[in-house]
């Protein structure tokens, strides 16, 4: 049901529409508007992020140990604010504007109030960032109480949560007005659903942010006077664990969009994909509590409860999205006659192209390496032993990082062509991007988690404990460790540098699409992958060898770490 | 193994499963992707702290 002409264009904030010369799409040009400015301004939060924890990562390196105290605690703040939620939330903004308007192919509900939302949220995080480089709130990503911020620093996350609560309403009136308006049939495709999940989740963050941090912020002006420090923990991990869910679910929907886009692959089952996005939706919330393991006050029941037999639930759904999508992708390209031995769909697959490198490396950091340490981690027993050192950290730069960071560079090498209609500059270096920054990441989280196995705590400034009352020494791998996370982050930050530039220059001076150039080197290259985006469908006949064997290979992967855990956990009581 | 669930249109009159209707309607989702954790996690563990009795002055 595309329109062939364009909509008369009804000034600044009517809905008029384009018809994209490669999708055949037609997109509202509010949307598209709205992606653009949302999608830019992540990357700039990216980019300052992304130094300060080159930065942080230096000084952490004992042979360099770049910063100050006083500047690593403040530095260290602003990245965990910059790169977790301002480049992280405002692309998923995007995310969830593409997702709605652009793929049900109807236009944006309330875009005055999306461009208030965006307003808000840019204002929030400045004032933010204003407070933490003050010097005055250097209290980290969790700004637990009773450290306390300056009040603009809490003003600052409120203002831009409710813009953000913004952007969320629009993307629920946006499908609104998609039903209404017929623009699909049946059910919502899968990338939608994903959104729909991210929003879902998003909702429940929002919640509990507001329901702490208003109160912190009365409380840093002197209308409140205490915060009990284990309720602000219970409601804040409501907020700050819940965030991570939306990432996860905008991040599997990218993987289905960028296996669709790329490959025209079909969900296995659209049916129980959307099952696995319900287990999310229900459960994944709940692993909240992980991050009280260790708290006494709550009991066992309780941590039990959310951590394990809820949290595996939100598993299983992942292992489902991990085994569909690759799955999704063998089907396609054996139909698209990459069929001899089990691995020919996989060599054969477009490893220069940066969207599909980019998404695969996700997957593959995300699962082996983010996922199986979640899961050790978030179980109350092996919990103990890791416990608040940088095996934290480096967990949790596989997931948020590798997997969701990575996931949403892969794909804006395809809104930039398809949004932006420019060419991608300096094709060379976009096509060795994901695979430098993908090798940097990997290492930061593989030798940060190896320094916590040693037991080297996160936030420290000083492992040498120099002027410390009681001295102490680590095992010297835990020095070197440290020294090989300072290079694995030098080499994550110049694929971050390169990802930056080809980004920024080619939105701002790369050339216009052309007609000629769409048809020389088109972003979907199958046809039919637009439609396979857009429309509820699974695929037909699947034989997936391949898979099977990848998914085996995962699942031994997964059990051995998780018995070595244990060994590990035995061998800190010696009971003979 | 039927293959309703595709969406492809079909009558209307067809008869919709119980789940897909679920899974069709965001707004019952938002509902109850809020109200799960908002029981499960915060009321419950909000209420085990309250429990707590406070130290004497
Ligand atoms: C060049 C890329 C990056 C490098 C080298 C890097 C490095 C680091 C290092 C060394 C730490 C400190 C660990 C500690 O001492 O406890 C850290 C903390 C953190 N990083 Fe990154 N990081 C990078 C990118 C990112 C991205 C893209 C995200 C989010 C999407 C992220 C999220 C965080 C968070 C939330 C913290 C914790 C802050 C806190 O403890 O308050 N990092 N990072
Ligand atoms: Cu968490």
């Not at chain 1, 477009?350 to 699962?367: D, H, Q, R």
């Not at chain 1, 060795?432 to 988690?449: E, H, K, N, R, T």
Request: aromatic content about 12%; glycine content about 8%; charged content about 10%.
């Amino acid at each position: 049901m595309a329109v062939d002409a364009q909509a008369p264009s009804r000034g600044f904030l009517g809905a008029s529409f384009r018809t994209c010369p490669e999708t055949g799409l037609k997109v509202c040009s509010q949307a598209e508007a709205l992606i653009k400015v949302n999608a830019v301004v992540a990357v700039v939060f990216l980019a300052v992020g992304g130094f300060f924890g080159l930065l942080v990562a230096l000084t952490r390196w004992p042979a360099v140990h770049l910063l100050p105290a006083d500047w690593f605690y403040l530095l260290l703040t602003a990245h965990g604010a910059d790169v977790l939620l301002f480049w992280i939330v405002f692309f998923e903004v995007a995310v969830l504007y593409f997702a709605s308007a652009i793929i049900l192919n109807c236009r944006l509900a309330a875009p005055k109030f999306a461009w208030l939302a965006f307003v808000l949220m840019v204002v929030g995080a400045v004032l933010a960032n204003v407070a933490v480089l003050q010097g005055e709130s250097s209290v980290m990503f969790t700004s637990y109480v009773p450290m306390q911020a300056a009040p603009h620093f809490y003003l600052g996350l409120i203002v831009f949560a409710v813009g953000t609560l913004i952007a969320v309403c629009c993307f629920f009136g946006t499908l609104v007005i998609a039903r209404e308006e017929r623009s699909y049939e049946g059910s919502v495709p899968l990338v939608t659903f994903g959104a729909i999940t991210a929003a879902i989740i998003a909702v429940f963050t929002l919640a509990s942010g507001a329901i702490i941090l208003i109160p912190t912020f009365l409380w840093s002006i002197g209308y409140i006077s205490h915060i009990d420090p284990l309720m602000y923990k219970i409601i804040w991990w409501g907020m700050g664990h819940a965030s991570q869910q939306i990432n996860v679910s905008a991040q599997v929907a990218i993987w289905y969009a960028v296996a669709a886009m790329l490959l025209g692959a079909k969900p296995l089952s659209e049916k129980v994909s959307r099952m696995a996005f319900l287990m999310y939706i229900l459960f994944l919330q709940l692993a909240s509590a992980h991050h009280l393991l260790v708290e006494p006050g709550v009991s066992s029941e309780w941590k039990i409860f959310n951590t394990s037999y809820a949290l595996y639930l939100a598993v299983l759904g992942s292992m489902i999205h991990g085994m569909s999508i690759p799955g999704a992708m063998e089907a396609a390209q054996r139909r698209n006659g990459f069929n001899n031995g089990i691995f020919e769909w996989l060599r054969k697959a477009p490893w220069g192209n940066p969207a599909f490198s980019g998404t695969m490396l996700s997957i593959v950091i995300f699962g082996f390496l983010g996922g199986i340490t979640g899961v050790i981690m978030g179980t109350e027993q092996l919990n103990l032993i890791m416990h608040n050192t940088l095996y934290v950290p480096g967990h949790f730069h596989a997931t948020v990082v590798g997997g969701t960071t990575l996931a949403f560079m892969a794909i804006t090498y395809l809104l930039v062509p398809l949004i932006f209609r420019k060419e991608i500059m300096f094709k060379k270096i976009a096509q060795w991007q994901p695979y430098v920054f993908g090798a940097g990441i990997s290492g930061i989280s593989l030798f940060m988690m190896g320094a916590g196995t040693l037991g080297v705590a996160r936030r420290h400034w000083d492992i040498g404990f120099s002027d410390a009352a009681m001295s102490f020494d680590y095992p010297a791998t835990a020095f070197l460790m440290m020294g090989l996370n300072g290079i694995s982050a030098i080499c994550a930050a110049v694929g971050g540098l390169m990802f930056v530039l080809v980004v920024v220059c080619s939105v701002f001076f790369g050339k216009a699409r052309t007609p000629e150039s769409i048809a020389a080197s088109p972003t979907l290259p199958s046809t039919g992958s637009a439609e396979t985006v857009t429309t509820y469908g699974s695929e037909a006949h699947p034989k997936l060898p391949g898979t099977v064997v990848l998914v085996a290979v995962f699942f031994v992967a997964f059990v051995l770490y998780y018995y070595v855990n244990w060994k590990y956990l035995s061998e800190v009581w010696p009971l003979s | 193994m039927s293959e309703q669930g595709t969406g492809s249109g079909g009558a209307p009159e067809e008869r919709v499963p119980a789940m897909q209707r679920l899974l069709d309607n965001p707004f019952l989702l938002l509902f109850l992707g809020v109200a799960t954790p908002a029981v499960l996690y915060l009321l419950w563990g909000v209420m085990e702290l309250s429990q707590i009795p406070l130290a004497p002055q």
